[in-house]
């Protein structure tokens, strides 16, 4: 069974430019939670999609957001972008969402470094 | 609001010795609590979980973890540390609400295994 697949793997984007992320989740899992991670803030939830509709959100600010397919396959997108969302973005994905259980299958991150 | 923190940033150990990753948790109600692991370049892996079922709990690869709700803690232990161990392990809580939920990560734990 595949696992969690994230791509690109690494990026380098400059200030003002915008991203896109893309994650696969396995199959038959029905929500994908975003994380970012920095060395400063450690591990911070995005947002989570179930069903395509984003169901929980972050404390990020509106330069941040998702969508999620008809296929379960999520994308996450960040415009005007800063120096300071430079981080590794994790996509993570669980039958029902992964809150109740903890139970989410993380992928290998896409690497963001913006200059 | 529910939190979690891990007492040591970095843990040192030799090969062969035994691993404690300390960790105390905040939260007004029976939380459920989970340990995750991140090796270098990887996504995050599900250690083990605590859901309110017997308070000592098995992992792969040798961890346990004990729910202590009189100390707050959830420390996470192997009694025989390999070359293998090494990587980065997060506590984390979970909050879950109708319809949903996210993971809260401790700031993690840098585990080293010398030779």
């Known amino acids: 069974k595949a696992g969690v697949t994230q791509t690109p793997r690494y990026l380098i984007k400059t200030r003002g430019q915008q991203v896109t992320l893309s994650c696969s989740p396995i199959s038959g899992h029905r929500s994908v939670s975003w994380y970012q991670q920095t060395p400063g803030q450690g591990l911070q939830f995005l947002f989570e999609?179930?069903?395509?509709?984003?169901?929980n959100k972050g404390n990020f600010p509106g330069r941040f957001s998702g969508r999620q397919f008809s296929n379960s396959r999520s994308e996450m997108n960040v415009s005007t972008l800063e120096l300071g969302d430079s981080a590794l973005y994790l996509c993570a994905s669980s039958l029902d969402g992964g809150g109740n259980t903890g139970e989410l299958f993380f992928g290998e991150g896409s690497r963001l470094t913006v200059l | 609001a529910q939190s979690v923190t891990q007492l040591d940033s970095h843990v040192s150990v030799s090969e062969g010795t035994p691993v404690l990753l300390r960790c105390n948790y905040s939260?007004?109600?029976?939380?459920?609590l989970f340990w995750y692991v991140q090796h270098p370049n990887k996504g995050l892996q599900l250690l083990l979980k605590?859901?309110?079922?017997?308070?000592l709990v098995k992992g792969i690869n040798g961890f346990e973890a004990e729910f202590k709700k009189s100390e707050t803690s959830f420390h996470l232990t192997k009694p025989s540390a390999h070359m293998s161990d090494a990587a980065e392990y997060f506590c984390?809580?979970?909050?879950?609400?109708?319809?949903?939920?996210?993971?809260?990560f401790g700031q993690g734990t840098e585990l080293s295994v010398k030779p």
């Open positions: 605590y859901t309110s079922a017997a308070t």
């Open positions: 984390v809580v979970s909050e879950s609400w109708a319809g949903g939920g996210k993971l809260i």
């Open positions: 999609y179930f069903s395509e509709t984003q169901r």
């Open positions: 939260s007004s109600y029976s939380p459920s």
